[in-house]
């Protein structure tokens, strides 16, 4: 149990264009879901939390419109880069709460190139 | 912030050796995590341990929430064990994960 899933996996695109991230929770809802970024070699750096049905709460320093959140339902959340540059290449990866204490689930990831 | 501090950095063992990782924290915690991260980039859930000791196969881990250090046995080390090992906290006022620096472990054969 306790399974996320992101979709897609590995994404390349254009500077300029956007791109939407998946993040859903195969077996449990989940009303509080999160998005990381990773760079190499570096640890996980929380941006964002999403809470079902409200907006998202962003982390010091990340620009809320160029990386859009939405929290459409209790297991489906989805992450937007908006006009992709190269500087927003990483590795991103959400991560979903469980229904009951604190503990965390994390999705596989996604690594972004943008060109 | 709550502070999160993971040691040693780096650790390389011989296969079979056993290890210990260290994850000190700077305040009061009501959710400490520790994960694996595989090459391929998936976090896997070792623990969820906010105080007391745990065991899981040849991996257990034990937290001291009153000194705010958490530790993580390895033991009889395999291959298979070598990734980034990370110890992550939620602060008891917060509503997220402080992700430590990790420990990149290397199994060697």
């Known amino acids: 149990g306790a399974v996320v899933s992101q979709h897609p996996s590995r994404v390349i695109c254009k500077s300029g264009t956007s791109v939407k991230i998946e993040c859903r929770s195969l077996?449990?809802?989940?009303?509080?879901m999160f998005w990381y970024r990773q760079f190499p070699k570096q640890s996980l750096m929380l941006m964002a939390t999403s809470n079902e049905g409200s907006k998202a709460t962003y982390e010091q320093g990340v620009e809320k419109d160029k990386f859009l959140i939405n929290h459409a339902s209790l297991t489906l959340s989805t992450l937007t880069v908006t006009s992709a540059h190269p500087e927003d290449s990483s590795f991103y990866i959400c991560?979903?709460?469980?229904?009951?204490?604190?503990?965390?689930?994390f999705g596989p990831g996604t690594r972004l190139t943008v060109t | 912030g709550i502070q999160v501090e993971q040691s040693p950095p780096d650790l390389i063992l011989q296969e079979g050796a056993n290890s210990t990782l260290r994850c000190n924290f700077s305040?009061?915690?009501?959710?400490l995590q520790w994960f694996h991260q595989n090459p391929w980039g998936q976090l896997i859930n070792l623990f969820y341990?906010?105080?007391g000791t745990k065991q899981n196969g040849r991996l257990s881990a034990t937290t001291v929430a009153t000194e705010r250090y958490s530790l993580l046995y390895i033991s009889s080390s395999q291959t298979t064990d070598s990734g980034v090992y990370f110890c992550a906290v939620e602060e008891t006022a917060g509503n997220k994960l402080t992700f430590g620096g990790g420990t990149r472990v290397l199994v060697k054969p």
């Open positions: 077996d449990f809802q989940a009303t509080t």
């Open positions: 305040d009061s915690v009501n959710n």
């Open positions: 341990i906010p105080s």
């Open positions: 991560s979903a709460r469980a229904p009951v204490g604190y503990e965390q689930y």
